[in-house]
Nanobody, 120 residues
Framework: VQLQASGGGLVQAGGSLRLSCKASGMNFRINTVAWYRQAPGKQRELVATNDSGGGTTYADSVKGRFSISRDGTKNTMYLQMNSLKSEDTAVYYC???????????????WGQGTLVTVSS
């Protein structure tokens, strides 16, 4: 199983971007999904989570501006980012807790990261 992230790019402050992360592989179920980010010279931080029941959490720094969601029919998770600020500049990573049905095994899977640059 793997995650493929996309949607990053260069945007002006105040603008919007939507990140996508598609899961692929065989016979899996996605439980909790999350987006993390890592800015230059800083540690990776949790941005948002979405559990299988639809519950969501957000870092204080993005509350009211970012929205995490998923489309189970497409095995894809999203991060809608509005009112972007220069401090949102980072590499964004998707993460999913996936249950591999045939192997009865749970895995934490990471996407490859997508760069978001916000110019002021």
């Amino acid at each position: 199983v793997q995650l493929q992230a996309s949607g990053g790019g260069l945007v002006q402050a105040g603008g919007s971007l939507r990140l996508s992360c598609k899961a692929s592989g065989m016979n899996f179920r996605i439980n909790t999904v999350a987006w993390y980010r890592q800015a230059p010279g800083k540690q990776r931080e949790l941005v948002a989570t979405n559990d299988s029941g639809g519950g969501t959490t957000y870092a204080d720094s993005v509350k009211g501006r970012f929205s995490i969601s998923r489309d189970g029919t497409k095995n894809t998770m999203y991060l809608q980012m509005n009112s972007l600020k220069s401090e949102d500049t980072a590499v964004y990573y998707c993460n999913a807790e996936m249950y591999i049905i045939g192997r009865r095994e749970s895995l934490s899977v990471w996407g490859q990261g997508t760069l978001v640059t916000v110019s002021s």
